[in-house]
């Protein structure tokens, strides 16, 4: 059965109206998003719940039916039981989030979520913002703790040793003085003079 999460996502996206009312592609529906309904009719909090039982029931009997040959997770499950509920238990037997889970293509199963994201509105097929949010919620929930996602942040390189560069400087300036060459002061900036004194020292070596 459909788990806590699965639940409340439903419930959250389909609202409860006991008044039927016709949704964005007219079709008149009453309660938790139960179809079909009666222009007209009114049911009371106690029979939308058990007409959502009944719905759910028989979405999560289509979901075991087409996936039952690969094991799923409460979360996998359970958004499949949102999508089914949603788009009717034909179009999600036939749906490509279907064969991607039969093959094991999680991942893939979840981004198909999100092709379902449309609706005919006066004669169009248009995307419904509602159901484009519901099926990124149904995306995650399939995903929750089902497939290892990769770290979003790397763990840095361990910082390397701090280089004091002046006394880097130092060093040469006294070590170039050593050798004749006049680097100026030996103050640990490497300045025109330190500069030309090395370009001395490495033409004397060559």
Do not use: C
């Not at 409460?74 to 788009?87: E, G, K, R, T």
């Not at 238990?89 to 093959?103: E, K, P």
């Not at 149904?138 to 002046?166: C, F, K, Q, S, T």
């Amino acid at each position: 059965m459909i788990n806590p999460a699965g639940l409340d996502l439903i419930k959250r996206n389909e609202g409860v109206r006991l008044v039927s009312y016709q949704d964005v592609a007219g079709i008149w529906t009453i309660g938790y998003g139960h179809t079909p309904a009666s222009p007209g009719q009114v049911i009371d909090m106690a029979e939308a719940e058990r007409l959502l039982v009944n719905d759910l029931n028989l979405a999560a009997s289509a979901v075991t039916d087409a996936t039952g040959a690969v094991q799923a997770t409460d979360n996998q499950f359970s958004a499949m039981v949102s999508l089914a509920f949603n788009i009717g238990i034909g179009g999600f037997r036939t749906s490509s989030v279907v064969r991607h889970h039969l093959a094991g293509e999680f991942l893939a199963a979840a981004d198909a979520f999100l092709l379902w994201n449309k609706a005919h509105v006066d004669g169009a097929l248009v995307v419904v913002p509602g159901l484009a949010r519901r099926r990124g919620e149904e995306r995650v929930l399939y995903l929750a703790n089902a497939v290892p996602l990769p770290d979003p942040m790397p763990v840095p390189p361990p910082p390397g040793p701090i280089v004091n560069i002046h006394s880097l400087v130092v060093m040469l300036q006294q070590a170039l003085r050593d050798q004749g060459h006049d680097p100026g002061p030996v103050d640990g900036i490497a300045g025109p003079r330190t500069y030309a004194a090395l370009l001395a020292f490495q033409n004397k070596r060559s």
